[in-house]
Structure formats: structure tokens, C-alpha cells
């Protein structure tokens, strides 16, 4: 069912809804502020968000905290070879009583999913969330089926390298607007963990501070802060100049640009900026274009990556005045 906001292109009442969700956050997470203004940036956008890094650095923590941030309804999938298309989407069961078949939605209808390790499911399982992802909607046994107003994708994943995973397909790749790693917390921060943790979780603890109508308020507040065309055409030519690079044999298709422009807008409602400014485009360029590229293998074996492509883009590409 469509949700009608109370409020509705206020900027300072989303900034609060943004501060209150990053302060619930910081209480679990850690020395990961820039980590969780990122996150925070996807979800204001209308992104979905891919966090890739080692096991144990806190992504799974991360995309709990969110959920419970937020007073909406929350699934956690776990990713494994076994696991079939049905198993996200849902699958008619006949019922003999009623002597008819009747649908069960599966996790994917949901207002957040935690798509947890979504690498170590196959291909064709991972290509499930495909349409939901892209368009909101999933078609099963050839029936159209809407997902809630807001949907949001917090996936997890190990380096490819590990045993057991199976690299992402580039069409999947595309449909996650930021990719992102955590990293490793500092020493000090890392003794605090164990401290907070030697007892309790603070996790099982952590209550909503926001509401499903504030995040949808919130996303419509982000969508109306101005962008200039001159910056318009500034994310276009970043984008389109990963097309012709040499050593990249997939450039950002049309959606790069749109995500970018997105997540800047609501970079800049977070940071408190009234409009788009060049160096927001030039810091989260890299998060929203780079997973997106497809490398010539021999190109990578050269040290080519897709962040160095982006990041050369953004030394030659002329900044608008």
C-alpha cells in the first residue's frame, strides 16, 4: 500500500531524521562514521547498497543497526549454494481446503533485506533480486507483484577469492547504486568493542528512532535539492568517459548517472547544502561508478581497478566552475 508522507520536501526535519538514525547507529557501530553517513547517503537516495569486506569487520552489525533504526518491516536472508530463486521470491502452495493455489510471499517483500554473503549463492540465485531491485516488482508464475514504497537492499559479501563464492554478474553489479568497504576499526576502537560486547550486545537493545513515513519524507526532501546542469553534465562526462577508457571492456551505463546525481542530492540534504556541490560528485563518484565497470583481465593483472579508472576520470574530466 503507497505511503503518504506527513511531511513532505522539508529539509531540516529529514537532517534530523538523518542525525537521529546516525547517532541509534554509532551506539553498536563503532568508529565507522563515515561508513554510516555513507549508508545513510544510499538509503536517502533510493539506492541499494553492496558492502564487500573481510569477515568480522561489522557488516552484518551495520545493516542490523539500520533496520532496527528504522520502525519497519525487516528480513534477513542468508546466501548459500543450495538456495533457489523461489526461496526469495515466494511460491504458490496448493491449498486442498480451499482447493485452489495460493501464494507465499517469500523475504524479498519487505521494506529492508539484508541479502547476507550474497555471493555464495549461484548466479542464478543472485539474478532473483534482479527485477526487484531494478523496478521495485517481481513477477512470479507470470503475475506482476509490487514491493512496498520502500525497498531497500543492504547486501553483504566476501572477496571473491574466498572459497565458496561465486562472483557477482555485472548486471547485478549495476543494480547496487554504492559499493563500499568497512574496514578495520583502530586499536582503541576496537578495545571499546570488547568492552561494550563483554556482557551484553548492544544490538539486542537498539530501539527505532525514525519512521517509515520520516524515510519517505525523508528520500522525496532529497530528491528536491537542486542540481545546476552544468553539473549535470559534469556526472555524465564521468560516466561516459568510463565507456572509452582503455582496459574496460563494460563502461557505467545511463543508471551510474542517475545514481550519482541521487546520491549526491542526498549527500548534500545530510551535510545540510541547499544544492549540489562538485566535490560531493567527486567523493562518492567512485562508491557509485567503480563496482559498475567490467575490466579487461589482463588489464587487471596490470594493477587496474575499477576505483583507479574512476579516479584517473576524475583528474582529466574538467571541473565546472
Do not use: W
Amino acid at each position: 500500500m503507497p505511503i503518504n508522507p506527513l511531511v513532505i520536501h522539508d529539509p531540516s526535519a529529514a537532517r534530523d531524521t538523518f542525525r537521529r538514525i546516525a547517532a541509534n547507529i554509532a551506539t553498536v557501530v563503532s568508529g565507522q562514521s563515515d561508513t554510516i553517513r555513507r549508508l545513510l547517503v544510499a538509503l536517502g537516495s533510493g539506492g541499494h547498497v553492496l558492502l564487500e569486506d573481510y569477515p568480522g569487520t561489522g557488516k552484518t552489525t551495520l545493516a542490523k543497526a539500520l533496520a532496527r533504526s528504522i520502525d519497519a518491516e525487516f528480513k534477513r536472508l542468508q546466501f548459500t549454494p543450495d538456495l533457489l530463486p523461489s526461496d526469495i521470491l515466494g511460491v504458490s502452495i496448493y491449498n486442498q481446503r480451499e482447493q485452489q493455489f495460493q501464494f507465499h510471499e517469500g523475504p524479498v517483500f519487505t521494506n529492508i533485506l539484508l541479502a547476507d554473503e550474497i555471493n555464495r549463492a549461484s548466479p542464478r540465485t543472485q539474478s532473483a533480486l534482479l527485477e526487484a531491485m531494478g523496478e521495485g516488482q517481481v513477477t512470479v508464475e507470470g503475475e506482476r507483484r509490487a514491493l512496498p514504497d520502500l525497498f531497500f537492499v543492504i547486501a553483504t559479501q566476501n572477496p571473491v577469492e574466498f572459497r565458496g563464492t561465486y562472483p557477482l554478474p555485472e548486471a547485478q553489479m549495476d543494480r547496487f547504486g554504492m559499493e563500499f568497504t568497512l574496514g578495520y576499526v583502530t586499536e582503541n576502537e576496537e578495545v571499546s568493542i570488547l568492552s561494550a560486547r563483554q556482557t551484553v550486545n548492544p544490538l539486542d537493545s537498539l530501539k527505532p528512532c525514525s519512521t517509515l513515513r520520516e524515510i519517505v519524507a525523508l528520500r522525496a526532501a532529497a530528491a528536491d535539492v537542486r542540481v545546476s546542469e552544468e553539473l549535470k553534465h559534469y556526472i555524465v562526462a564521468l560516466v561516459a568517459g568510463t565507456r572509452t577508457f582503455a582496459g574496460v571492456n563494460l563502461g557505467a551505463s545511463p543508471r551510474a548517472s542517475l545514481a550519482l546525481m541521487k546520491a549526491a542530492q542526498a549527500a548534500a540534504l545530510h551535510d545540510g547544502l541547499e544544492f549540489v556541490t562538485p566535490d560531493l560528485i567527486r567523493e562518492l563518484a567512485p562508491t557509485v561508478i567503480a563496482h559498475r565497470l567490467a575490466l579487461d583481465p589482463q588489464m587487471k593483472f596490470s594493477g587496474l581497478t575499477g576505483v583507479s579508472v574512476v579516479n584517473d576520470l576524475l583528474k582529466k574530466v574538467p571541473v565546472p566552475k
